[in-house]
């Protein structure tokens, strides 16, 4: 929950003086309820408190899910990401775009990415490591230091 994730910023972000702070959050909001207007408010809290200590941020956006949870609509997590997509072309942050990266033909996640329909498994998250690592090069505007795995 991203309210929760703001609260541990301090301890879990700042109080660590990381260089870059890469934010994926949203998708439990979603599926509890949460207005976007909400989840949105502490995305962008989350990128303040870290703008603000020099730290650059980096939000991505909320994964599609398998069509084995109805509950939670595509189009409301497209609504999400275009939200994030707009905050980091404003200049705020760098935009990770992990959703148009994971979907299948039929605009969702396809099911051997998520064992539970919804949080990426091994497969899932080596197909996510290169996007982020080009976006976190990308932000630190250095050359690759890590090598990239390849999906």
């Not at 329909?117 to 890590?146: C, F, K, T, W």
């Amino acid at each position: 929950m991203t309210i929760q994730m703001l609260g541990r910023m301090k301890a879990d972000v700042i109080d660590l003086h990381p260089r870059a702070v890469l934010i994926l959050a949203g998708i439990n909001d979603i599926s509890r309820g949460t207005p976007l207007s909400v989840i949105e408010n502490n995305l962008w809290m989350m990128s303040q408190l870290a703008r603000t200590n020099n730290i650059k941020v980096l939000i991505a956006s909320v994964l599609p899910v398998t069509t084995q949870l109805p509950e939670l609509p595509i189009p409301t997590i497209q609504q999400l990401n275009t939200w994030i997509q707009n905050l980091c072309q404003s200049g705020s942050c760098v935009y990770v775009d992990y959703f148009s990266r994971m979907l299948d033909g039929s605009g969702y996640l396809p099911p051997e990415l998520a064992n539970d329909g919804l949080h990426p498994n091994s497969q899932g998250y080596r197909m996510m490591a290169p996007i982020a690592l080009s976006a976190i090069d990308q932000a630190l505007e250095a050359q690759p230091s890590v090598p990239r795995p390849t999906p």
